[in-house]
């Protein structure tokens, strides 16, 4: 076999549609662009939000009812972990975020994230739980079976922007 002998499969390669080649062709006259009009011209085109000179969404978008107002970005997710969950530890451990992962309650990615304790089901053992949050069910529970609950704390960031009230205070203050 030589490189001259290759060739590309059967069917893979199609020869390309001459267009504007007369009526002989088939694709004669117009060149397959339908007759006048935008598209039919040299460099015509309709770019891709245009919508037929109705105002396109994109304008149409920042007034529509509650769009742009979601929280969902700021709120902070947290995984749910219940009291029975709980059992699976031997009296006396620690229960970190970790220990819960190697457990198999939650995944190695949650672990690093929130955590929250809720109240659903029972314990019967002492448990130091380590969370972020804690229901006060779930810590009535952890505390009425001996155990006791610490909660991890989270990092709070100082506001950058002053509110204009706080300005008052502070000029009130100096004076």
């Known amino acids: 076999m030589k490189l001259s002998d290759l060739r590309p499969a059967p069917g893979s390669h199609k020869a390309e549609r001459r267009v504007g080649r007369g009526h002989g062709s088939g694709r004669g006259k117009t060149a397959g662009r339908g007759t006048k009009g935008q598209k ?3 460099g015509g085109h309709v770019y891709r939000s245009f ?11 920042p007034f529509v009812r509650g769009l742009g107002n979601s929280t969902v970005a700021f709120r902070d997710g947290y995984t749910i972990i219940n009291v029975v969950d709980l059992e699976l530890f031997e009296g006396g451990s620690q229960v970190r975020p970790e ?3 190697t457990q198999g309650l ?3 990615a949650q ?4 955590i929250k304790i809720l109240g659903d089901g ?3 053992r002492a448990l130091t739980v380590h969370a972020h949050k804690f229901s006060a069910t779930a810590k009535a529970k952890i505390e009425a079976a001996g155990g006791s609950v610490e909660i991890i704390p989270t990092r ?6 002053r509110r204009k009230d706080e300005n008052k205070d502070t000029a009130e203050a100096a004076q």
């Open 40 to 42: 039919a011209r040299s």
């Open 122 to 124: 029972e314990i019967d």
């Open 99 to 101: 220990d819960l992962a």
């Open 106 to 108: 939650i995944t190695p």
């Open 156 to 161: 709070v960031y100082e506001k950058t922007k």
């Open 51 to 61: 919508n037929g000179g109705q105002t396109r969404l994109n304008k149409r978008l």
């Open 111 to 114: 672990s690093k994230g929130l």
